[in-house]
């Protein structure tokens, strides 16, 4: 039992650090898995800047395509997302 707790702790301060860190870049954690409704899903602002979202939005228009962007697998997500993918091939083109 005290090993488990040992490495629950560890674990907390990891997170602590890494939330920390990521503070410092200036990224802001939005909305989390519960409000969203799914494990290891988030929204935050501060990833991008506004020229790089611009620049992955217009990529994704131009090259994007249904599916994971291979094999057109189906969606991972839920049906109310949009699941798209682009091959590198793609994105060099």
């Keep these: 039992m005290q090993q488990i707790s040992e490495k629950a702790r560890a674990l907390r301060k990891r997170a602590v650090a890494q939330f920390k860190s990521v ?5 802001r954690v939005v909305q989390t898995e519960k409000e ?3 494990e290891g899903r988030m929204v935050a602002d501060g ?3 506004p ?3 611009l ?3 217009e990529l994704t228009k131009i090259a994007a395509i249904e599916g994971d962007g291979y094999k057109q697998n189906s969606s991972p997500h839920t049906q109310s997302e949009y ?3 682009v091959t590198l091939g793609r994105a060099g083109l």
């Design 23 to 27: 503070s410092q870049m200036g990224i």
């Design 36 to 38: 969203l409704g799914g």
């Design 47 to 49: 990833f991008a800047t």
């Design 51 to 53: 020229i790089e979202c």
């Design 55 to 57: 620049v992955l939005t």
């Design 83 to 85: 699941f798209q993918g």
